[in-house]
């Protein structure tokens, strides 16, 4: 037996750190690529948050989905500006 519920529940409890990580390296070092992959672990955790009722992770991974999305909008909207920018 490969996997023990105790290293299932660990690596759920993680996984909103996890998405939180993303979601600020999202807006620092890799912006479309962190922020993408927030989102995406932010969602896996939520959905494994509200099937344990666990409170405070649904919150981080709400935080990390807001962040994430927040940080994709920006970086887009930003390369919609400097592609604009430069075609004048």
């Not at 992959?37 to 948050?49: K, N």
């Not at 009722?53 to 981080?60: G, H």
């Not at 927040?70 to 919609?80: E, M, N, T, V, Y």
Request: charged share 10%.
């Amino acid at each position: 037996m490969p996997f023990s519920s105790s290293s299932c529940s660990k690596f759920d409890s993680a996984l909103p750190s996890v998405a939180f990580l993303f979601s600020t390296i999202g807006w620092a070092l890799l912006p479309a690529l962190g922020s993408i992959a927030a989102i995406t672990l932010a969602t896996i955790a939520y959905r494994e948050a509200r099937k344990r009722n666990d409170s405070s992770a649904q919150r981080l991974s709400l935080l990390s989905l807001l962040l994430g999305y927040a940080g994709l909008a920006f970086w887009i909207i930003l390369l919609g500006i400097f592609i604009l920018i430069s075609r004048h």
